[in-house]
């Protein structure tokens, strides 16, 4: 979709107006189709990181090219380059404020899922399920829709890597603070990675033959790829309940064993709503809070810890595992 003059108008006055730089950033990154307008979704993003390098690479001189698996060393030099450019990007910034923007911007991301799919449930607070509605409404995109809903995906597994990239890194490494800008710049080299270990995998298990990269239109293609997301799209038509009839009975097994459930963690969202922060606390003021909050036992805590907070032991350095890591789970779950 193209953006008109009077929406990106609009657009660029609520970035003014907005008080939470941060907040605007991930409800663009989810909403703007395009990349007429200053911060452009995540995915076009991406798409524009990739093929600026592949220019720089001599291969677009004919503005277009189609990849087949005998190109997959393309895709590792692509890796190669935007890790760089990565870790040029993390040697400037104070690691650790970089980190507190990272689970801001996690925090802000399961808010917008809750605002968008659950907004009577557990936020009292009518602002943010405004602007989204505002804001997809002037961009006509569908919050619930599959391509939003694949921009969250892809933002959840930015946070996830550019996180895990941080864990080995001195958090004094810089000593400049993180801007709007170069934190939207580095999501999307995250998701540039993430695009092309995607790509590379499919070629590499013959799920797609042929990917097309184009600079006009600017685009990243594949049949098979497009037939993946009409599936996709069909499933969340049908807009049904998680867990429908039997939400009840498996949340009381799942508190029975493990100490918590949902309303368990609702009452913690509401612990941290700005006048506690876990930002200021060690880890192990943390662990004693959650218990005392959760009343939870050792080996219940350790579960709660586990499956609630970044974990990439023994998978540091694998920039795909880490993608798929079942325990970086709060980026992506409210």
């Known amino acids: 979709m193209i953006i008109n003059y009077k929406d990106k108008l609009f657009l660029e006055e609520f970035l003014q107006k907005s008080s939470d730089s941060i907040e605007m950033l991930i409800i663009c990154k989810l909403f703007v189709a395009t990349g007429e307008f200053l911060h452009e979704n995540i995915k076009y993003g991406a798409f524009k990181t990739i093929i600026s390098v592949m220019e720089k690479m ?26 760089t450019e990565i870790q040029d990007e993390l040697s400037r910034f104070n690691i650790e404020d970089l980190q507190q923007v990272c689970m801001k911007a996690a925090n802000i991301l399961s808010e917008c899922s809750v605002a968008i799919f659950e907004p009577d449930r557990i936020y009292p607070d009518v602002s943010l399920i405004k602007t989204i509605n505002i804001i997809s409404e002037k961009t006509n995109e569908d919050p619930k829709g599959a391509e939003t809903q694949e921009r969250s995906s892809y933002l959840k597994q930015s946070l996830n890597l550019l996180y895990s990239q941080t864990e080995n890194l001195n958090c004094n490494q810089g000593l400049k603070k993180v801007e709007f800008d170069e934190f939207s710049k580095l999501l999307t080299f995250e998701c540039s990675l993430i695009i092309i270990l995607e790509l590379r995998s499919a070629l590499s298990s013959k799920l797609i033959n042929i990917v097309e990269f184009n600079i006009k239109p600017l685009g990243i293609y594949s049949v098979e790829l497009e037939k993946s997301s009409k599936v996709m799209e069909n ?15 498996i949340m009381k097994i ?35 809070l959650l218990q005392s909050k959760l009343r939870l036992d050792k080996k219940q805590l350790d579960f709660f810890m586990n499956i609630m907070f970044f974990d990439t032991q023994g998978i540091k350095g694998n920039i795909s595992k880490v993608i798929k890591n079942v325990n970086c789970s709060i980026f992506s779950t409210p």
């Open 235 to 249: 499933m969340l038509g049908l807009n049904e309940k998680l867990y429908a009839k039997n939400e009840d009975k």
């Open 58 to 83: 001599g291969i677009l001189d004919q503005k277009y090219f189609n990849m087949s698996r005998s190109h997959i060393y393309i895709l590792d030099e692509l890796k190669k380059r935007i890790l």
């Open 254 to 288: 799942f508190k029975s064993e493990h100490g918590f459930d949902d309303e368990s963690i609702i009452s913690l969202l509401n612990l941290f709503d700005g006048t506690v922060t876990m930002f200021s606390k060690t880890k192990s003021e943390m662990k004693e």
